[in-house]
DNA sequence: CGAGCCATCTTGACGCCGCTTAAATGGTAT
DNA sequence: ATACCATTTAAGCGGCGTCAAGATGGCTCG
């Protein structure tokens, strides 16, 4: 009942690498199942992504993963969490080298989309497993901190004397509507617009040009 | 190379059901297959969707479904299609009932996102074939009119002198945001919100109230 | 420096899956 | 009644996730 193992908790955690040196056998197995992991994602697609082909390309038994990996979620889970990792990083600076309010908007919501635009099969795998994560512990650090700082990009850009909950709805409606015109975005009934606007950058800044949260109150 | 079957091509069409009288065997499978799917997406959720699952479930051979659906992904279409009707029903109730503008614009995003909650494994399971309907070609009716109906709802929002582009910027802008609303308002971050102001209604109201495409030029 | 520990990795196996091929079945039309 | 042919079944292939048991080899401690 207790969160323990089934077994005797050993000294090293069991799915976490060596921390310094290089582990046993190997040299890191877990390390190159990830990267095998991504290489076969942008090759193949995520469908593609079993612990047999991740094993195989990593060069390694089928069965080796699970000394890694408690099964095949928790592989995807890694992965996933790199482009979390990676798409917090470009969010994080788009964030930083923009002015608050609407440029802000614009800037961070371009940075967001358009990591999904530039990697479609990574940030599909996020999508999927965001939902689990979502029910995860808050110490996956790039998970957490990105609603965050969308709740910074909308908040800070209504009117100081509006309420918190107002800043929270905004930061709602702003996420929402970032991980909608990712999805979107990569329609192919996008490519007319896209064509006509110049892109896939002045698409999206068109597009997010609508969003404007500078005035409004939560209830009408 | 042409597009007929391998074989020679029969009198009736090889996966339509035999659109009057009843079929020969069991009585349309295809029919029972469908509603086996539903039953067991709602029962064990997408995951359990496999076509063996659903031939258990209605009662025939694992190799039945295969004169039905020509691969697992067909019958996948198959269930989502009839999810896309019932959502296509919903939003198209919501449209009439409702005045243009701001408050048409709620109604129908409240229709939108309270039916990706009400059935969140159906919606998940349309959500993840959306991307490929987008490229079927637009003989499938419920899938086509759903973004024509949100551009009606977003572009009549617009004042009469915007642009055509306006209009459809506009539409492609709700129309993420009503997805992305759809896919957050399921996570367990937003229960405090919902618990806060009062229900998933008056949640998804607030959010959907800080959306104004009122007046705003697409290139500013 | 040697012995043993124990995490790591392999081998082999089980059940479920998608999908194919060939044979059986049974409405329907002649 | 009979022959046709869509429909369904039976059997089988390779791939998958996962588990149990054994082999391997780096690390630690005597």
Redesign the pocket.
């Known amino acids: 009942m207790s969160d323990d193992a089934p077994h005797a908790p ?3 955690p ?1 799915d976490l690498k ?1 921390a310094d ?7 890191d ?1 877990r390390r190159a199942l990830v990267d095998a992991g991504r290489r076969l994602l942008e090759r193949e697609g995520s469908a ?6 991740v ?2 390309e990593a ?6 993963p ?3 990996f408690k ?3 928790a592989l995807l889970y890694a992965v996933a969490h790199e482009g979390n990792v990676a798409l917090n990083e470009m969010v994080h600076t788009a964030f930083e080298n923009s002015e608050p309010g609407q440029a802000r908007i614009v800037k961070v919501g371009m940075a967001y989309v358009g990591f999904a635009l530039a990697n479609p099969a990574l940030y599909d795998l996020m999508f999927e497993t965001t939902r689990m994560y979502d029910s995860l512990p808050d110490s996956l650090e790039a998970e957490g901190q990105l609603p965050r700082l969308l709740a910074a990009t909308f908040g800070a850009s209504l009117p100081a004397r509006r309420s918190d909950l107002d800043r929270h709805l905004a930061a709602i409606a702003g996420w929402a509507m970032f991980r909608g015109l990712a999805e979107v975005a990569q329609f192919r009934t996008m490519e007319p617009f896209k064509a006509l606007l110049g892109g896939d950058k002045d698409f999206l800044e068109a597009v997010l040009g609508r969003l404007d949260f500078s005035d409004k109150p939560a209830k009408p």
Chains 1, 2 share one sequence.
């Open positions: 050993p000294q090293t069991p060596a040196g290089r582990p046993y056998h190997h040299g197995l593609a992504l079993s612990l047999r082909a094993a195989r060069g390694v038994s089928a069965a080796a699970y000394h890694h099964d095949r979620a």
